[in-house]
């Protein structure tokens, strides 16, 4: 079993940054990858971005290149999402993912608010 803790979500003004962070822990466990999902009010959940936990290999949904940008910190098992010039359409719910090495199921983190003001 692996738990998934978002954190820095908020309230910024278009234009402004925000950086998100998710913690994974639990037992004996070996991350595939980590990624970030978000929903907005009336929305399906739609992919943000993913990094590769052995070679850090990443990849955007095209709305946030350019702007947001995944990292990890392997040995505290923790993705960051730097979010820069942000925009209303990107309030959401953050949620963020876990795979781990050697199972299917998909780790998800409870979700954390971020709502950028015009």
């Known amino acids: 079993q692996v738990q998934l803790v978002e954190s820095g979500g908020g309230l910024v003004q278009a234009g402004g940054s925000l950086r998100l962070g998710c913690a994974a822990s639990g037992r004996s466990f070996s991350l595939r990858y980590m990624a970030w999902f978000r929903q907005a009010p009336g929305k399906e959940r739609e992919f943000v971005a993913r990094?590769?936990?052995?070679?850090?290999?990443?990849d955007y949904a095209d709305s946030v290149k350019g702007r947001f940008a995944i990292s990890r910190a392997n040995a505290e098992n923790t993705v960051y999402l730097q979010m820069n010039s942000l925009k209303s359409e990107d309030t959401a719910v953050y949620y963020c993912?876990?795979?781990?090495?050697?199972?299917?199921?998909?780790?998800w983190g409870q979700g954390t608010q971020v709502t950028v003001s015009s």
């Open positions: 993912q876990a795979a781990l090495r050697g199972a299917n199921y998909i780790y």
């Open positions: 990094i590769t936990w052995n070679f850090g290999s990443t």
